[in-house]
């Protein structure tokens, strides 16, 4: 389907090719021993903390471009999309207090990606509540964070540090997020509720409880934040552009010609559809 995906938004070839291992060390081996054959490779389906150090590696160890889009597809997305969420709220990125909940591939790039950007204020859950330095049971990655996020080491659960902020961002599970929660963030809060197939809260019940923007992942709801925006442009940019390395300043870039797309911001629709022409090629062009 993704290869599909390829073909039809951005003119790329792409191959899909399942590995029958889990070990860090075979993925790595096997992809190095198959890059010749390719001008690109799209890791997908890799769980943390492995896929860090599987595309860490691979980044460093070929000479073509490697991207990991259950990483930076999604982050990238996001960004978009909250880019005119907070221009329709009359919010900057240095006021905004951000919740980020789920700290796998897609939360931790997401929160990489938004500190790069200019996000100052943010705070990342995982499932035992919020990440802050110090905090004795973190992988090194959930730790490099720690020192970059929740600057006043705020702890607790989910519904602990939730109150008071402008931005939820959920890459996690189903129903996380009920109407008491939403009500105890600042007025006409920004909701980014994007685990799939059940959101961490439905657009209804959020919209029910006062939120001012609601997005998922989903198809059938506006807003719908989807991978499919990025993969394809990212890679004919770099095809086109002789990109070896991708990095988050062409994601970044991405990621605002992206929302450029959407010429006027509306509470449901803050990112362009995924059949707009325009899409793979607005997002190509970052890619330099």
């Known amino acids: 389907g993704k290869c599909i995906l ?16 889990q070990d860090e060390e075979e993925i790595i081996k096997t992809v190095k021993y198959l890059a010749p054959v390719f001008g690109g490779i ?3 389906d890799i769980s943390a903390p492995k896929c860090f150090t599987i595309e860490t590696r691979l980044k460093a160890e070929l000479d073509i471009p490697v991207m990991h889009d259950d990483q930076h597809g ?49 705070i990342i859950c995982d499932s035992k509540g919020a990440i802050y330095k110090g905090r004795t049971d973190l992988t090194p990655i959930k730790s490099a964070l720690a020192g970059l996020t929740n600057k006043s080491k705020v702890r607790g659960e989910l519904k602990d540090v939730l109150p008071g902020a402008d ?44 939120a001012f923007i609601v997005a998922t992942g ?21 095809l086109d552009n002789g990109v070896v390395k991708i990095n988050n300043t062409m994601l970044i870039r991405a ?12 509470s449901d629709e803050i990112l362009p559809s995924v059949f707009n022409k325009d899409v793979a090629a607005a997002v190509a062009k970052a890619i330099f």
């Open 42 to 44: 799209n890791l997908e």
């Open 167 to 210: 931005v939820f961002i959920g890459v996690s599970i189903a129903n996380v997020l009920n109407k008491a929660m939403v009500r105890s963030m600042k007025a006409k809060p920004i909701i980014f509720a994007l685990a799939n197939p059940i959101p961490e809260i439905l657009p209804e019940a959020a919209k029910a409880a006062g």
């Open 74 to 122: 999604a982050a990238t997305a996001t960004l978009a999309g909250l880019i005119n969420a907070l221009k329709l709220r009359g919010l900057t990125k240095a006021e905004a207090r951000v919740v980020i909940n789920g700290a796998g591939a897609a939360g931790i790039a997401t929160t990489k990606l938004l500190l790069e950007y200019g996000f100052s204020n943010i």
């Open 218 to 238: 989903r198809s059938d709801f506006p807003n719908q934040v989807n991978n499919a925006l990025i993969f394809p442009g990212v890679f004919r940019g770099a």
């Open 255 to 266: 990621a605002e010609s992206l929302a450029g797309l959407v010429a006027e911001p509306t």
């Open 6 to 21: 390829f073909k039809e938004f951005a003119g790329v070839d792409a191959i899909p090719i399942c590995l029958d291992t």
